[in-house]
């Protein structure tokens, strides 16, 4: 959403949560992350070059109320990084891939 604050002209939210909670073992951050990148790519997409969206500012997602580790947000919202803006695929493999993907996003000591 536009702002009124020529230095900070637009607003992405993108909630880590329904309600307070702790989201420390789940992939919210990643999603949120992805939920923003996608957002700065659509309106990219739909404006003309002086409206859009150059630079992104974004904090720990969870990392606050959730308790998510800032160690897991950043591998979090680097993967959704990758996914968006590097076009690298999301899982390989069906839904054991998948799985492997969610354990490795939400679980620090494993390496898949």
Not at 2 to 11: A, K, N, Q, V
Request: glycine share 8%.
């Amino acid at each position: 959403m536009p702002t009124e604050d020529t230095d900070i002209p637009w607003l992405v939210f993108a909630p880590t949560m329904r309600v307070p909670q702790d989201v420390r073992h789940t992939v919210n951050a990643f999603l949120a992350m992805r939920a923003i990148l996608r957002s700065v790519r659509q309106h990219n997409q739909a404006c003309s070059a002086p409206e859009a969206i150059t630079s992104l500012a974004c904090t720990g997602l969870g990392t606050g109320t959730g308790g998510m580790p800032p160690e897991r947000c950043a591998k979090q919202m680097r993967h959704a990084y990758d996914v968006v803006a590097r076009g690298e695929l999301l899982t390989k493999g069906g839904l054991a891939g998948a799985s492997r993907n969610h354990i490795w996003l939400v679980d620090a000591d494993v390496d898949v």
